[in-house]
């Protein structure tokens, strides 16, 4: 089969041919349908902290379709459209007891999206309602964590909620707030590309940042935030969640900053911020994403700005860690 490898740090993605994979006892094997980029994939090939073990294929955005079954599997069948957890779990530790496997760290995760074929433990595949395509099974990975940090933050029927960024986090966050019970809604990013797409998702208003960006947030919200959800993933950007929130309020960190971030307690002190850093989710969680776009309400897919295939990876990968006009970019390794 032919994969995109990462081979070393801070350089391309390397096409290679592979040996194809065969299912192991209790897995399924699948062609990969549609694989989406996610901004971690780009943060740890970089030579951050956090990086891939060299000769990892990444990609944990996917959906495919099963071409072959393990022995002991039920339930799965060939010919099923499938996507999956991109994590296992080793079953006896805090985040496994809590049904996060994202946050085991004794147990293998479940990437290799950048491919044309990969295996799959069936205890973390979710079969698609039919109403459902390749390309929805691969937005349900980027909704969960979106689902997810609502979930943890609590938010109540009614409150304020400012949403900082419009990338696809921020995006997958308005859709959750919107359907969660927010009471209003504001998206505030540098530019006003994704203005439409943002109030397509859920958002009440839009703002730039810039000159009297407080006031015009508490203009727009009607009182200052209860909840702030960052999701820039940049320097800078937790402080500015603290300036904005209201006293007694909670920020959520969702943009995964990799580098050192400087804030003054003191400031989310006198205003009693509380903070929270939600990573992961669960079964259940993509489980509900999957049943709330099976009802077919906002379509996600509005979230894809290209498909692109498996050849163009390497360039693709490059290109998106400079300033793009892209979304959500989903790989296409094989024509469904």
């Known amino acids: 089969m032919k994969a995109a490898v990462y081979r070393e740090q801070g350089k ?47 990609g944990h955005e996917y959906s495919g379709e ?14 099923d459209l499938i996507t999956a957890l991109p994590s296992t779990g080793c079953g006896h530790c805090e985040a496994c007891y809590r049904g996060n496997l994202a946050l085991c760290h004794n147990a293998p995760g479940v990437m290799g999206g950048y491919a044309e074929l990969m295996r799959v433990p069936a205890s973390v595949a979710l079969k698609l309602p039919a109403t459902l395509s390749a390309a929805d099974g691969a937005l349900i990975e980027p909704l969960a964590v979106g689902l997810y940090a609502m979930r943890m933050s609590h938010i ?36 006003a590309r994704r203005k439409p797409m943002a109030l397509q998702m859920g958002a009440d208003a839009f703002l730039q940042y810039g000159e009297n960006e407080t006031g015009n947030v508490v203009e727009a919200l009607g009182g200052a935030p209860d909840a702030v959800f960052e999701c820039v993933g940049s ?12 006293d007694f309020g909670q920020v959520i960190s969702m943009g995964f900053c990799t580098s050192p971030d400087q804030l003054v307690p003191a400031m989310a002190g006198f205003k009693g911020v509380s903070l929270q850093f939600p990573v992961g989710y669960s ?27 498996l050849d163009d990876l390497p360039a693709t990968f490059e290109r998106l860690r400079d300033p793009n006009n892209e979304t959500k970019v989903q790989v296409a390794p094989l024509t469904p």
Do not use: N
Request: proline share 7%; net charge positive; aromatic share 6%.
């Open 235 to 246: 320097q800078g950007f937790l402080g500015k969640a603290i300036q904005h929130v209201r």
């Open 156 to 191: 109540q029927p009614g409150d304020r909620v400012l949403i900082l960024g419009a990338g696809s986090v921020a995006l997958c966050a308005i859709y959750w707030a919107k359907r969660l019970g927010a009471g209003r809604i504001v998206a505030m990013s540098r530019s």
């Open 283 to 309: 079964l259940k969680d993509f489980q509900y994403v999957a049943d709330v776009m099976d009802a077919g309400y906002v379509d996600p897919k509005i979230l894809i700005s290209s498909v692109i295939p």
């Open 66 to 79: 099963i071409v072959e079954v393990g022995p002991g599997v039920t339930g799965l069948k060939r010919g």
């Open 12 to 58: 391309p993605l390397v096409l290679e041919t592979l040996p194809d994979p065969a299912p192991a006892a209790g897995e399924v094997l699948i062609k990969v349908h549609r694989c989406g980029i996610c901004g971690t994939d780009l943060h740890m090939t970089e030579g951050h902290q956090w990086q891939f073990q060299p000769g990892t294929v990444p």
